[in-house]
């Protein structure tokens, strides 16, 4: 797992947060960077979820699925490529218009499941 780097300055900074299975993750980390999943791809941007959207995106996109990883990306460092877009619900969802690099990553966390459900991290913000 990757360790939480903190960032100097600061103080309240929103996260955001991207699940990748475990081959996706790997390859990330192999080259340094990802244009994402297939979904990502064929969308044209790389898709993420707030603290609040990201158990619904697990529960609808990836159902049953064991062997995932979830990252946190510091979203006020991502600057003019992260667009804000109504998706699901009408609810605005981060959408980032390039690769994600490993420098961009600030954590990344197995995300077990446990009866049919993942398990995501308590200090999630």
């Known amino acids: 797992m990757l360790a ?32 994402g999943a297939p979904v990502d791809l064929s969308d044209g941007f790389v898709h ?14 990836f159902a049953g699925a064991e062997g995932l990883v979830l990252l946190a990306v510091e979203a006020d460092t991502l600057g003019e490529a992260l667009k804000w ?7 605005l969802f981060p959408h980032l218009y390039r690769e994600i690099h490993m420098t961009d990553v600030l954590w990344a966390k197995d995300l077990p499941l446990v009866d049919g459900v993942h398990q995501f991290p308590k200090d999630m913000v």
Do not use: N
């Not at 939480?4 to 980390?29: N, S, V």
């Not at 877009?85 to 609810?91: F, I, T, Y």
């Open 48 to 61: 993420f979820s707030t603290a609040e959207q990201a158990a619904e995106t697990a529960a609808k996109h």
């Open 4 to 35: 939480c780097r903190p960032r100097a300055g600061h103080i309240a900074a929103m996260l955001i947060y991207k699940i990748f299975r475990a081959d996706e993750w790997a390859t990330m980390q192999a080259d340094g960077q990802t244009l």
């Open 85 to 91: 877009e109504v998706s699901r619900g009408g609810a």
